[in-house]
């Protein structure tokens, strides 16, 4: 059974496939700058070759993920031309402000990137060198910032008028300072933070499993987990005034994400379960009045249904699952991270445990998981509008031909890139192991701190 050609079916897929690829190398991107400066700083203030020692490797192996990144973002760029020329026509110079910014931000992160990396022990003192990651998380930062903003205008558009289809009377500024972009920018901020932290954790966790015991291992699995659960708990928080958000601007997000159906106050918080074609629900675990408390804060907040809104103007209710997953997943990150740094602090406890290392371990690639079922609830749970309320997917699509072809190409570039990295990463570590390094740099084993942390 052969399905018709639908360039917009296929505009979607391959800005999806492109969008999906981009977000693991754009949240490494945002959120190991912050890890490598936390490591340098340690580094400082202890005098602990480990920690430098951590800041420097990490930094190598940003550097090709920043590469790839590159190559994905400016793919982005030009499939919005060419997939969406009407969605580029009404919108371009609404969201030109925030793109270029965006680039702006990337460049003045690049350059003081290349400065860091061929800068090391080339200053009288540490500090002189750490100053210079402060602009690179700065940038990093900065670009998700002013990204985010698009993404926020199509979500809670506003700053023009429109004449003949065309927005027109563009304020820049009020476009991109929306009412999504607080929430927005914050949660995909802290999010990247988080997920950054648990990818170094797991990567740490796993060479402890392995038998290698080195502390360096140690100490690095312990800045992740303390920083994880600091952002674990941001995330949390941050993800409450989310729902508070959809509540008030997208009540048709929230109600598809979970299956609310009628309008009404005490709301349950629907976790899991399946629903069918005459919207009955099963299998599900209902939290009482936690929808309501989620959407205004006091169990009786009203919320609004499904049943209130036109059904061509609803999201597919599968974006339910994308929702679930970011939320166990989180909850799973939190837990996780807190119940390591608990049991490190007391001291006849084992935080290096096996079962705990494990978890570990699986926290990095679930939280990138929850990174693109975030995505994808995001932009799913915008669905029909490419930019809400103003013009539907569909409206801003291509009328090409051949993007069917252009898909498969792109498949087969980014498993060409995606191996590449691991290939490429795996080797650069493992020609170059810790203990190497720590002798090259005239730094001998430190049996004391080894015992130290194998008591903790």
């Not at 340098?40 to 020692?53: A, F, Q």
């Not at 982005?76 to 009404?90: D, E, K, T, V």
């Not at 508070?244 to 159906?261: F, N, R, V």
């Not at 959407?295 to 907040?301: E, S």
Request: proline residues 4%.
């Amino acid at each position: 059974m052969f399905i018709d050609y639908d360039p917009v079916i296929y505009s979607r897929l391959l800005t999806s496939l492109t969008l999906g690829f981009h977000v693991i190398f754009a949240t490494i991107g945002v959120g190991v700058p912050l890890m490598i400066a936390i490591a340098e700083w340690m580094g400082i203030k202890r005098n602990d070759p480990h920690y430098t020692l951590m800041a420097r490797r990490w930094a190598r192996g940003f550097v090709i993920t920043v590469a790839v990144g590159v190559v994905t973002g400016t793919a982005i760029g030009l499939q919005l031309s060419l997939l969406w020329p009407n969605f580029m026509q009404a919108a371009g110079h609404t969201i030109g402000l925030p793109m270029f910014m965006e680039v702006f931000a990337f460049f003045f992160e690049a350059i003081f990137l290349g400065i860091y990396l061929y800068t090391w022990d080339r200053f009288k003192t540490k500090m002189r060198h750490f100053l210079l990651v402060i602009p690179i998380v700065i940038g990093a930062t900065a670009s998700a910032f002013f990204i985010t903003t698009v993404n926020s205008f199509m979500n809670a558009p506003q700053g023009f008028n429109i004449v003949d289809g065309i927005l027109t009377d563009v304020s820049p500024l009020a476009a991109m300072f929306n009412a999504a972009t607080p929430t927005k920018i914050s949660h995909v901020i802290i999010t990247c933070y988080l997920t950054a932290a648990f990818i170094l954790g797991a990567i740490a966790a796993f060479h402890i499993l392995k038998g290698n015991k080195h502390v360096y291992h140690k100490k690095a699995l312990h800045l992740t987990m303390v920083s994880g659960i600091i952002f674990a708990i941001g995330t949390a928080l941050i993800g409450d005034l989310s729902g508070k958000y959809l509540h008030e601007y997208q009540p048709e997000k929230l109600a598809s994400a979970e299956w609310h159906l009628e309008t009404e106050s005490g709301a349950p918080l629907i976790l899991g379960g399946f629903i069918n074609d005459e919207n009955e629900i099963s299998y599900a675990l209902e939290i009482p009045y936690a929808l309501s408390i989620l959407a205004g804060g006091t169990p009786d907040t009203e919320v609004i249904g499904l049943n209130e809104f036109p059904e061509e103007d609803l999201p597919p209710l599968w974006i339910h699952y994308m929702f679930d997953s970011m939320v166990f997943i989180g909850m799973f990150l939190a837990a996780v991270s807190a119940l390591f740094v608990a049991m490190n602090w007391k001291k006849n406890w084992n935080a290096f445990n096996r079962p705990l290392l494990w978890a570990v371990v699986a926290g990095g690639p679930l939280s990138m998981l929850a990174i693109e079922s975030g995505w994808f609830f995001a932009e799913v749970g915008r669905q029909p509008w490419i930019i809400n309320g103003v013009m539907r997917t569909a409206e801003g699509a291509t009328t090409s031909q051949h993007v069917d072809l252009m898909l498969y190409l792109f498949i087969i570039l980014y498993a060409v890139l995606g191996i590449t990295v691991v290939v490429v990463l795996r080797r650069m570590f493992k020609s170059n192991p810790i203990e190497h390094e720590l002798e090259e740099r005239g730094f001998a084993h430190k049996k004391e701190d080894e015992k130290e942390v194998a008591r903790r």
